[in-house]
């Protein structure tokens, strides 16, 4: 078969393109193809599909293709020009390579592979042996694509947070498809205007179609839902890890207060124990238990504060929203007449937004797929050194964790 023939099937070109030379260069360790079409050949307008006269042709362009034994392959061709009587002057779409493009359909497939697999743009470049410029575009086109090809499907099971783009105050609020473990919206910000702007993103069909949405205790995003979701107070679920981390933090101020006070007396039997009270009971180990036992012979408050935390989580554990409110009044009684006061300003949130937390037995979401996500977020975010452009960043996101799909 001789090298011409071969291209023509490694490329996958059919009429009336054909190659027209094939060119070995060593030194540059390159292969260039040559393709052109038969004189007379007629091409489709872009825009309407008319089939046309050829014009003229625009400059020579260049195309990098898969490698060929190890040797990088170019792809050349002059892509002919039609005069559509409606649409004017417009260049023929060709069938090995998009619109706009500089590279061909297979290299750009395999260049999204590569990236998704190294998750770093300078990882995807060695093996792709591209630049920086030419292996993001790839990726903001391939966002691009996917984006304009999602289908507006249903989102009953939805969940919006914040995640930091930078130091400092520097927040992007995203949502997510709790569903499909998807992000399907980004907006600057964490306040309400934000989550407004998320929400928005949605159609009217899809907004229509939430059952239920998943968030912390963020009073703004509170706001959002309930400006734009229809009967949201009864769809807005608090995530059940957010309200036991209040509950947690509460605890471990309890212990450092009451270490400072023993530690005046030069008792020391607080000290080293910050995630014995961190953990749930069954995760504790056996010196860890010990310690425990032993709070709750001396009657340290720490050990009282720790007992009702543990008491709280059975909160979730009621079959239905009716019944979880009885058992949140006897906990609220007994916390109230403590003298715990983080764990007494832990139980007064809690009741403000108490038919929010309890909904979890009615909707059974939280907000653990946006954490797993965010987690990958952090892991792509920390491969590449951070995001100093905002927009990269997003794109980023999208690219790695919108459900998008990406290939031409």
């Known amino acids: 078969m001789q090298d011409k023939e071969l291209y023509q099937h490694l490329l996958g070109l059919k009429s009336p393109w054909f190659v027209s030379q094939v060119a070995l260069d060593v030194d540059r360790q390159q292969i260039d193809v040559h393709v052109e079409h038969p004189p007379g050949t007629k091409f489709c307008c872009p825009e309407c599909d008319a089939k046309l006269a050829c014009y003229d042709h625009a400059p020579q362009r260049s195309w990098r293709h898969l490698d060929s034994c190890q040797f990088k392959t170019i792809l050349h061709a002059a892509v002919p020009r039609v005069n559509c009587p409606q649409h004017g002057v417009k260049q023929a779409d060709v069938s ?72 400092g105050h520097n927040y992007i609020t995203l949502l997510y498809d709790l569903d499909a473990s998807t992000v399907e919206a980004i907006a600057d910000g964490h306040d309400t205007e934000s989550g407004i702007a998320c929400l928005s993103q949605l159609s009217d069909e899809q907004i229509a179609s939430v059952e239920a949405i998943a968030m912390d205790m963020c009073q703004a995003y509170v706001h959002a839902a309930q400006q734009t979701i229809p009967l949201a107070e009864a769809k807005i679920v608090h995530d059940r890890f957010h309200v036991m981390q209040l509950a947690t933090k509460a605890v471990d101020q309890v212990r450092k207060g009451e270490h400072r006070q023993l530690q005046q007396a030069d008792d020391h039997r607080l000290a080293k124990t910050k995630y014995v009270w961190l953990k749930s009971q069954e995760n504790l180990t056996e010196k860890q238990q010990s310690q425990l036992d032993q709070a709750f012979t001396l009657q340290l408050e720490t050990g009282k504060a720790w007992a009702y935390k543990e008491m709280l989580r059975d909160l979730w554990e009621h079959a239905d929203a009716s019944s979880a409110p009885t058992y949140f009044k006897d906990w609220y009684r007994r916390v109230i007449h403590t003298k715990l006061a983080p764990m007494k300003k832990v139980a007064r949130t809690i009741k403000e937004r108490l038919a929010n937390v309890v909904s979890y037995c009615t909707h059974g979401i939280t907000n653990a797929v946006a954490e797993g996500i965010n987690s990958k977020i952090m892991a792509i975010k920390r491969r590449v050194g951070g995001y100093r452009n905002r927009e990269n960043f997003k794109t980023a996101i999208f690219f790695h964790c919108g459900g998008l799909n990406l290939y031409p």
């Open 96 to 167: 090995w390579a998009e619109k706009g493009s500089r590279f061909t359909i297979l290299f750009e497939r395999l260049a999204i592979d590569v990236l998704l697999a190294t998750q770093t743009v300078t990882g995807a470049m060695q093996i792709l042996r591209t630049n920086w410029d030419q292996t993001w575009n790839v990726i903001q086109r391939a966002v691009a694509r996917g984006k304009l090809r999602k289908q507006a499907q249903p989102k009953p099971r939805i969940g919006i947070d914040e995640k930091a783009f930078a130091k």
